[in-house]
């Protein structure tokens, strides 16, 4: 379905289109098929094995499986339900792990993977991140998978190193035993108290006149450091910490919190976002790596469109998003969307959000309006762009119109009901605390229906 949602022809003259865009961007060799057609996935299912497979699994396979996809899920690759099968979507979290921990994203667990995925789980449950405060305030429970990489990795955070603590911990303060329920017990079994210190000599009655100081100079004013990264993959991982701790995402019915509510939306839009492209990608011969060269290479050309984004009016951006397109070649809706698609998963896996912007402006040129939510995430956190709230709102609002009248739902197509009103109730929060200041726009109350929604299969 994801994949019928990203094309809208399968027809031969819309997959022709998209090989003259990635012959014009790419060149044509890159697809690598005699023929030029972008679906080579018939010539190669010729040279695969018919042979039939056997469905068994073994108990301890199975509980193997259980405990890859519980550790997964405990540090934010989501597989869904814990049930022993690997399938799609589990494959598509252990590529995400991959990735982040720097390894070939392949989808299969090397022992190695795996060992310190579900190992760096046990610690977790283990109380092991009571060890590294900072580390886990900053960066989260994938922290202890860093460590593992690394053991230094916590020193940068201020917080101290310890050595082999899956077995047992050596800090750098001298300390040494194990972890049990997250505290520490020296060897001896006991839990180690403060050490006394030793006590300083009184001071002198008299003490030796020191010489005094001259006047400190004047301090010149600090240079500006440039515009800050905004990391969207760092703000998820909060937002998700955030979600757990308050017991479940926001609703509409219970609004309090305007800004993590809309922060929830745009997450959860973003891994379906990393999977829907990744599903795109799979129906044409094209290397992981051309792709992604070739994202770039509509990155730069959409840099003009997002650093005016802000201040630009929405129609116009829409406009010069479409004269942007035809420029890279991009002049057929079905190859359009194809390439915003693709480019917006792998913007959003390798953390680059300008790419991510740059596939979601394409959507819009391929007059794709409900992909307005993204920009409207964007402006608002300040993701590739400068942040505005108030240039979101419209782009929040046509996409959220364009579904009330219609349209096919783009991100996570099972929750569209739930996210209009989630976001509708968080803008028009926003808008009251703005009072009459003119820093939101009111709201336009809709009574249009919403068509009916079929569940997403998994």
């Given at each position: 379905?994801?994949?019928?949602?990203?094309?809208?022809?399968?027809?031969?003259?819309?997959?022709?289109?998209?090989?003259?865009?990635?012959?014009?961007?790419?060149?044509a060799?890159?697809?690598?098929?005699?023929?030029?057609?972008?679906?080579?996935?018939?010539?190669?299912?010729?040279?695969?094995?018919?042979a039939?497979?056997?469905?068994g699994?073994?108990?301890?396979q199975?509980?193997?499986?259980r405990?890859?996809?519980?550790?997964?899920?405990a540090?934010?690759?989501?597989?869904?339900?814990?049930?022993?099968?690997?399938?799609?979507?589990?494959?598509?979290?252990?590529?995400?792990?991959?990735?982040?921990m720097?390894?070939?994203?392949?989808g299969?667990?090397?022992e190695?993977e795996?060992n310190?995925?579900?190992?760096?789980?046990?610690q977790?449950n283990?109380?092991?991140?009571n060890?590294?405060?900072?580390?886990?305030?900053?960066?989260?429970?994938?922290?202890?998978l860093?460590i593992?990489?690394?053991?230094?990795?916590?020193?940068?955070?201020?917080?101290?190193?310890?050595?082999n603590?899956?077995?047992?911990?050596?800090n750098?303060?001298?300390?040494?035993?194990?972890?049990?329920?997250?505290?520490?017990?020296?060897?001896?079994?006991?839990?180690?108290?403060?050490?006394?210190?030793?006590?300083?000599?009184?001071?002198?009655a008299?003490?030796t006149?020191?010489?005094?100081?001259?006047?400190?100079?004047?301090?010149?004013?600090?240079?500006?450091?440039?515009q800050?990264?905004?990391?969207?993959?760092?703000?998820?991982?909060?937002?998700?910490?955030?979600?757990?701790?308050?017991?479940?995402?926001?609703q509409?019915?219970?609004?309090?919190?305007?800004?993590?509510?809309?922060?929830?939306?745009?997450?959860?839009?973003?891994g379906?976002?990393?999977?829907?492209?990744?599903?795109?990608?799979s129906q044409?011969?094209?290397?992981?790596?051309?792709?992604?060269?070739?994202?770039?290479?509509?990155?730069?050309?959409?840099?003009?469109?997002?650093?005016?984004l802000?201040?630009?009016?929405?129609?116009?951006a829409?406009?010069?998003?479409?004269?942007?397109?035809?420029?890279?070649?991009?002049?057929?809706p079905a190859?359009?969307?194809a390439?915003?698609?693709?480019?917006?998963?792998?913007?959003?896996?390798?953390?680059?959000?300008?790419?991510?912007?740059?596939?979601?402006?394409?959507?819009?040129?391929?007059?794709?309006?409900?992909?307005?939510?993204?920009v409207?995430?964007?402006l608002?956190?300040?993701?590739?762009?400068?942040?505005?709230s108030s240039?979101?709102?419209?782009?929040?609002q046509?996409?959220?119109?364009?579904?009330?009248?219609?349209?096919?739902?783009a991100l996570?197509p099972?929750?569209?009901s739930?996210?209009?009103?989630?976001?509708?109730a968080?803008l028009?929060?926003?808008?009251?605390?703005?009072g009459?200041?003119?820093?939101?726009?009111?709201l336009?109350?809709?009574?249009?229906?919403?068509?009916?929604?079929?569940?997403v299969?998994?």
């Amino acid at each position: 379905m994801i994949a019928a949602l990203a094309m809208t022809s399968g027809t031969q003259r819309a997959e022709a289109d998209l090989g003259k865009a990635l012959g014009v961007l790419g060149g044509a060799a890159i697809l690598g098929c005699a023929t030029g057609a972008l679906n080579c996935k018939g010539n190669r299912s010729k040279s695969r094995s018919t042979a039939p497979r056997s469905s068994g699994i073994s108990q301890a396979q199975r509980q193997q499986n259980r405990d890859v996809q519980s550790s997964l899920n405990a540090f934010g690759f989501p597989v869904g339900a814990v049930d022993g099968s690997l399938g799609k979507r589990s494959r598509a979290a252990i590529r995400d792990y991959q990735g982040y921990m720097g390894y070939a994203r392949t989808g299969q667990l090397t022992e190695a993977e795996r060992n310190m995925l579900v190992g760096g789980w046990q610690q977790l449950n283990a109380g092991a991140g009571n060890a590294y405060p900072r580390t886990m305030a900053a960066v989260g429970p994938r922290g202890l998978l860093n460590i593992q990489r690394d053991p230094n990795f916590p020193s940068q955070f201020g917080d101290p190193v310890q050595r082999n603590y899956g077995n047992g911990y050596a800090n750098n303060q001298g300390s040494t035993g194990t972890w049990q329920n997250g505290q520490q017990f020296n060897n001896a079994g006991v839990q180690p108290q403060p050490q006394p210190q030793p006590i300083q000599p009184l001071p002198r009655a008299n003490p030796t006149p020191q010489p005094q100081l001259g006047a400190l100079p004047k301090l010149a004013p600090l240079k500006p450091i440039g515009q800050v990264i905004v990391s969207a993959a760092s703000r998820c991982e909060l937002v998700d910490q955030t979600t757990r701790i308050q017991g479940g995402v926001i609703q509409a019915s219970n609004m309090t919190d305007s800004n993590q509510a809309l922060s929830e939306k745009f997450c959860e839009a973003r891994g379906f976002a990393i999977t829907q492209g990744g599903s795109v990608a799979s129906q044409f011969q094209v290397s992981e790596t051309e792709l992604e060269a070739l994202c770039a290479q509509i990155k730069t050309g959409f840099e003009p469109v997002l650093a005016s984004l802000a201040d630009t009016p929405q129609p116009q951006a829409i406009a010069t998003a479409k004269t942007t397109a035809a420029g890279l070649g991009l002049t057929d809706p079905a190859t359009t969307a194809a390439y915003g698609q693709i480019c917006m998963g792998i913007g959003y896996r390798l953390d680059n959000a300008e790419m991510a912007l740059s596939g979601v402006m394409a959507m819009l040129a391929a007059d794709q309006a409900p992909y307005g939510e993204m920009v409207g995430h964007h402006l608002r956190e300040g993701f590739g762009v400068t942040a505005s709230s108030s240039a979101a709102v419209p782009y929040y609002q046509s996409s959220m119109a364009a579904l009330e009248q219609g349209a096919t739902p783009a991100l996570v197509p099972s929750t569209t009901s739930e996210r209009i009103q989630v976001i509708r109730a968080a803008l028009q929060l926003d808008a009251q605390r703005a009072g009459n200041t003119g820093q939101l726009p009111n709201l336009i109350k809709t009574s249009a229906t919403l068509p009916a929604l079929q569940p997403v299969q998994q």
